[in-house]
């Protein structure tokens, strides 16, 4: 089993490595199952939300980070969404190019411990040694047992999302549904992620791909709006909207909503859905 040991700051290579076209277009998901009636299907399914907190001036996120969120996408495929968190605010590396103060948030929620930090579901998923060291495979392993219990889990609210490219803005229409009664207080938060992102990263050669880059939350909301029908079989529409930049690629989008409960000051993660 590979080994892998934090530095605080520093991320040092060795034998144990350390953490530490706008055109309006529409997309539309295809999902089988119960019509509502804002025209969108909201289909009884749970999808996991995997992050990895990263940055371009980070040697680790692009060594053995870097292959361990290509063999967790890979293992679970359309069971989880997957997103890249750049939620350093230095420029070093160009890692400015990424960086939205939202991640942050999210990063900080989820339980970052250095970057790289993979987390499911709001929870992080990696495995240390006693010295704060990073086990890799049983991290990887961690993070496909999380995915595969919320696959198997009773489905209690989902939703799904349909956007349009209006000049350099990306407006979505939202659905959520419920499939249980249920009390409290529950959220659906909507985030931009832009696939296949170019820029440099430490680690890589040149200029590479990167994958699942989170560009922001919609309405600048990072934990989204109140839902307020949350009867079984009750649904709600909500619209929100975004801003891009002229270096962001549209055609690599991805919508993606995330509804949440609020327990005791923390939105405790529920399901995921995603629109590309």
């Known amino acids: 089993m590979k080994k892998i040991t934090i530095l605080s700051s520093l991320f040092l290579a060795s034998t144990m490595f350390f953490i530490g076209c706008k055109k309006d277009e529409v997309k539309n998901d295809d999902s089988n199952s119960n019509n509502t009636a804002s025209g969108l299907m909201v289909e009884k399914k749970n999808t996991s939300l995997v992050s990895k907190t990263t940055a371009t001036w980070c040697g680790p996120c692009g060594a053995w980070g870097w292959t361990l969120f290509n063999d967790i996408i890979s293992s679970n495929s359309d069971k989880a969404i997957y997103v890249g968190l750049y ?23 989820w339980g970052i411990k250095g970057y790289p930090t993979f987390s499911t579901n709001g929870y992080n998923t990696m495995r240390y040694s006693g010295s704060g060291g990073i086990y890799t495979t049983l991290s990887k392993n961690t993070t496909d047992s999380a995915v595969n219990s919320h696959t198997n889990a009773s489905v209690l609210a989902n939703a799904n999302n349909s956007f349009k490219i209006e ?70 529409d ?23 409960k609020l327990v005791n000051n923390k939105y405790v993660f529920v399901n995921a859905n995603s629109t590309k």
């Open 167 to 236: 000049g350099n803005k990306v407006k979505v229409n939202i659905t959520t549904k419920f499939f249980e009664d249920k009390a409290g207080e529950y959220y659906v938060a909507t985030y931009l992620l832009e696939d296949k992102a170019l820029n440099i990263q430490n680690g890589q050669t040149g200029t590479v791909e990167h994958h699942y880059v989170y560009r922001g939350a919609f309405d600048g909301k990072v934990w989204g709006t109140k839902i307020n029908k949350i009867g079984a079989n009750q649904t709600e």
């Open 87 to 109: 939620a350093s605010n230095s420029a070093s590396n160009k890692n400015d190019l990424f960086y939205q103060a939202s991640a942050t948030t999210l990063a900080n929620e």
């Open 238 to 260: 909500f619209t929100a909207e975004i801003t891009f930049q002229d270096t962001w690629v549209s055609k690599n989008f991805k919508v993606i909503n995330v509804i949440y």
